[in-house]
């Protein structure tokens, strides 16, 4: 599969599959392209746009049609990278990803996979966690770089990576962010987060955990990422809740502004049957809570709540435009307790009780605190706050002058 050039018409590139050239337009920030064809053919949808002079269209990631080496260092992002040898191919690396104990033997390609700062990351949700967004909730559990997701538009494609098992008829929820920090990332291999891997499934929601790095998969390798400790991240300025509907058409449905804690509306009313019932479609902005979880920077020797903008913006957060100071350093605090031995955030406070999330859960936990898990990977359990030791706030100060990426260890190197 390889660009050929560019063509004449509404599209601009002109890519061949399986010997046949097709028109195309890149998506995805370059990350992925739009396929188009006049006849029906494996992987073609009918295309949704009115009048489209090609009737059928197929979405491809950039590293299938990309193979020089000067096409690859144009993306935002670095590929997955694999060691040439003769006994390994593609289908045998997916085969390695699917495959627990493998984990070691993928290292040397796992850790191409590297968050940096401003890297576009994403989770999928279901209409639940799509409403709990609006509602407040921050980010948190597993995630994966944009990048390397961009061609998995449908909802049976992205079945793999979301809780829910839709249709063709259904829809799949996103929330999309730039990454503040390598920091707040980590890889869930086996030899840290071992009690995923090994948790019942009575005990789990979605997908299990493989810990190889990977999600599970019978055709895509996706490199999978969790927030570090399982803890929640609060939300970047721009950070995005879009959707995906049968045909692969993305929609974005809410821009997040920091400075008023809201969600700005960016649907028009033909998107308005996509969204839950329990969500009011009309309404130009959800008023937000405030999690405990936060981005904290130092202005001038002081301390102040901070609104980060990745990957080069970081302010005090004010709403006042005048009173939004450009940080001199920058933290993400997180709340942490121990409660009977187990390590935990603190994810809200009611009166004496403590809304704890295990940061390494495993069966015996689970079973010992009466954890609940709330969606895949994460188990929470209200404490009383007399039991509760240990209990503090962290803060983790960035280098906001270096762009840093995830160190070996946190991808098993």
Same mark, same amino acid.
């Given at each position: 599969?390889?660009?050929?050039?560019?063509?004449?018409?509404?599209?601009?590139?002109?890519?061949?599959?399986?010997?046949?050239?097709?028109?195309?337009?890149?998506?995805?920030?370059?990350?992925?392209?739009?396929?188009?064809?006049?006849?029906?053919?494996?992987?073609?949808?009918?295309?949704?746009?009115?009048?489209?002079?090609?009737?059928?269209?197929?979405?491809?990631?950039?590293?299938?049609?990309? /193979?020089?080496? !000067?096409?690859?260092?144009?993306? %935002?992002?670095? +590929?997955?990278?694999?060691? *040439?040898?003769? $006994?390994?191919? @593609?289908?045998?690396?997916?085969?390695?990803?699917?495959?627990?104990?493998?984990?070691?033997?993928?290292?040397?390609?796992?850790?191409?996979?590297?968050?940096?700062?401003?890297?576009?990351?994403?989770?999928?949700?279901?209409?639940?966690?799509?409403?709990?967004?609006?509602?407040?909730?921050?980010?948190?559990?597993?995630?994966?770089?944009?990048?390397?997701?961009?061609?998995?538009? /449908?909802?049976? !494609?992205?079945?793999?990576?979301? %809780?829910?098992? +839709?249709?063709?008829?259904? *829809?799949?929820? $996103?929330?999309? @962010?730039?990454?503040?920090?390598?920091?707040?990332?980590?890889?869930?291999?086996?030899?840290?987060?071992?009690?995923?891997?090994?948790?019942?499934?009575?005990?789990?929601?979605?997908?299990?955990?493989?810990?190889?790095?990977?999600?599970?998969?019978?055709?895509?390798?996706?490199?999978?990422?969790?927030?570090?400790?399982?803890?929640?991240?609060?939300?970047?300025?721009?950070?995005?809740?879009?959707?995906?509907?049968?045909?692969?058409? %993305?929609?974005?449905?809410?821009?997040?502004?920091?400075?008023?804690?809201?969600?700005?509306?960016?649907?028009?009313?033909?998107?308005?049957?996509?969204?839950?019932?329990?969500?009011?479609?009309?309404?130009?902005?959800?008023?937000?809570?405030?999690?405990?979880?936060?981005?904290?920077?130092?202005?001038?020797?002081?301390?102040?709540?901070?609104?980060?903008?990745?990957?080069?913006?970081?302010?005090?957060?004010?709403?006042?435009?005048?009173?939004?100071?450009?940080?001199?350093?920058?933290?993400?605090?997180?709340?942490?307790?121990?409660?009977?031995?187990?390590?935990?955030?603190?994810?809200?406070?009611?009166?004496?009780?403590?809304?704890?999330?295990?940061?390494?859960?495993?069966?015996?936990?689970?079973?010992?605190?009466?954890?609940?898990?709330?969606?895949?990977?994460?188990?929470?359990?209200?404490?009383?706050?007399?039991?509760?030791?240990?209990?503090?706030?962290?803060?983790?100060?960035?280098?906001?002058?270096?762009?840093?990426?995830?160190?070996?260890?946190?991808?098993?190197?």
């Amino acid at each position: 599969m390889t660009v050929i050039g560019h063509t004449a018409g509404s599209a601009t590139h002109s890519v061949t599959l399986d010997g046949t050239t097709y028109p195309a337009d890149e998506i995805a920030q370059g990350a992925a392209f739009e396929v188009y064809s006049a006849q029906p053919g494996p992987g073609f949808l009918p295309n949704p746009r009115p009048g489209a002079r090609w009737p059928f269209r197929r979405f491809v990631h950039a590293t299938d049609v990309v /193979t020089s080496l !000067d096409g690859l260092s144009g993306f %935002e992002d670095e +590929p997955l990278a694999m060691p *040439v040898t003769r $006994a390994m191919d @593609w289908a045998g690396l997916h085969k390695l990803t699917q495959t627990p104990s493998a984990s070691g033997h993928l290292a040397p390609i796992r850790r191409t996979a590297t968050v940096r700062r401003g890297t576009r990351m994403i989770k999928f949700l279901t209409g639940r966690q799509l409403g709990g967004h609006l509602r407040g909730w921050p980010i948190s559990g597993f995630c994966y770089r944009a990048f390397d997701v961009a061609h998995l538009r /449908t909802p049976q !494609d992205l079945a793999i990576l979301s %809780e829910g098992t +839709p249709s063709s008829d259904d *829809v799949v929820f $996103a929330i999309r @962010w730039r990454a503040v920090d390598p920091w707040d990332y980590e890889v869930p291999l086996a030899d840290s987060y071992g009690g995923l891997v090994t948790m019942p499934p009575h005990d789990r929601l979605g997908s299990p955990v493989i810990g190889t790095g990977f999600a599970p998969s019978g055709r895509h390798i996706v490199p999978e990422f969790v927030t570090r400790d399982l803890a929640e991240l609060p939300v970047p300025a721009n950070t995005s809740l879009v959707a995906y509907t049968g045909d692969g058409t %993305e929609v974005t449905l809410y821009t997040y502004l920091p400075e008023q804690r809201a969600w700005s509306r960016m649907h028009g009313p033909q998107w308005r049957h996509l969204l839950p019932d329990t969500i009011a479609g009309d309404q130009e902005y959800f008023p937000t809570t405030t999690p405990l979880a936060c981005y904290v920077g130092r202005y001038r020797e002081n301390i102040y709540e901070a609104i980060v903008d990745p990957p080069g913006e970081f302010r005090v957060a004010a709403k006042t435009r005048a009173a939004r100071y450009p940080l001199d350093a920058l933290a993400r605090r997180v709340p942490s307790a121990t409660w009977r031995n187990a390590p935990c955030t603190v994810i809200r406070e009611e009166g004496d009780w403590l809304r704890l999330r295990l940061s390494r859960p495993d069966g015996d936990q689970v079973a010992r605190l009466g954890a609940h898990c709330v969606e895949r990977g994460l188990y929470e359990a209200w404490a009383p706050g007399a039991e509760v030791t240990d209990a503090r706030e962290d803060d983790h100060w960035f280098e906001l002058l270096a762009v840093t990426r995830l160190s070996p260890s946190a991808t098993g190197g």
